[in-house]
């Protein structure tokens, strides 16, 4: 079965600091991956997705990039962070249906 | 443009009660539609999708919803909740072959 591997679960980051956030994916060849924004009372936002290796599609301009080194890596970055960037980010997959989530990451910037 | 309007922010049922959380869409083709929830803390669990025949499907934990093309509706129902359903529920529309478009929530406060 697939199973979805999101790390690490909480972050605390200073002001200024770089990120990486890390999400695999097991059991699946060629999924769709997406990185997911959920700030309070607002839902998720969809930050990026990916169709394939390499392939990087980004819906909103931000402080944030990602990428796909391999087919079932999908990783979030920044060369540094902002306040605005704390909130709980969903990294999940698609094999065309429904979406799979990870657990997620907690960032709070300080 | 492609939406989803969950209007309730905020819903309290006592425990045994009925539950219906709303969802509307706004989507150009025929949808794929989805009900999620989230536990505090947590990944998002799929309770039930839609994609098409029998406009009322059936999901985990004793969730039901029914697609209504008219009224463009996707509402969750649960004939009796438990206090183990306090959560936090999210509708989604797949939007094309990629993007899924997701509601702002819906958070399920059970009273004993």
């Known amino acids: 079965s697939q199973t979805i591997h999101q790390w690490p679960a909480t972050l605390v980051q200073p002001v200024g600091s770089p990120l990486s956030l890390e999400c695999t994916v097991e059991g699946t060849s060629n999924p769709n991956l997406y990185w997911y924004r959920q700030a309070a009372g607002r839902g998720l936002q969809l930050l990026f997705y990916s169709v394939g290796i390499g392939q990087i599609s980004s819906e909103v301009p931000q402080n944030l990039s990602a990428s796909r080194p391999q087919d079932r890596q999908f990783i979030l970055s920044s060369k540094k962070l902002l306040l605005s960037d704390s909130g709980f980010y969903l990294c999940?997959?698609?094999?065309?249906?429904?979406?799979?989530f990870g657990q997620g990451t907690r960032l709070t910037v300080v | 443009a492609q939406s989803v309007t969950q209007p309730d922010i905020h819903i309290t049922v006592s425990e045994g009660a009925s539950l219906e959380l709303r969802c509307n869409y706004s989507?150009?083709?025929?949808?794929?539609l989805f009900w999620y929830v989230q536990s505090p803390g947590q990944g998002l669990q799929l309770l039930l999708k839609?994609?098409?025949?029998?406009?009322l499907v059936q999901g985990i934990k004793g969730f039901e919803a029914e697609f209504k093309r008219s009224q463009s509706s996707f509402n969750l129902r649960k004939p009796s909740v438990h206090w183990s359903d306090a959560a936090e529920y999210f509708c989604a529309v797949g939007a094309g072959t990629y993007k899924y478009i997701f509601g702002t929530g819906t958070r399920l406060k059970v009273l004993a």
């Open positions: 989507y150009g083709a025929t949808p794929y």
């Open positions: 999940a997959w698609s094999g065309g249906a429904e979406a799979f």
């Open positions: 839609y994609f098409s025949g029998d406009t």
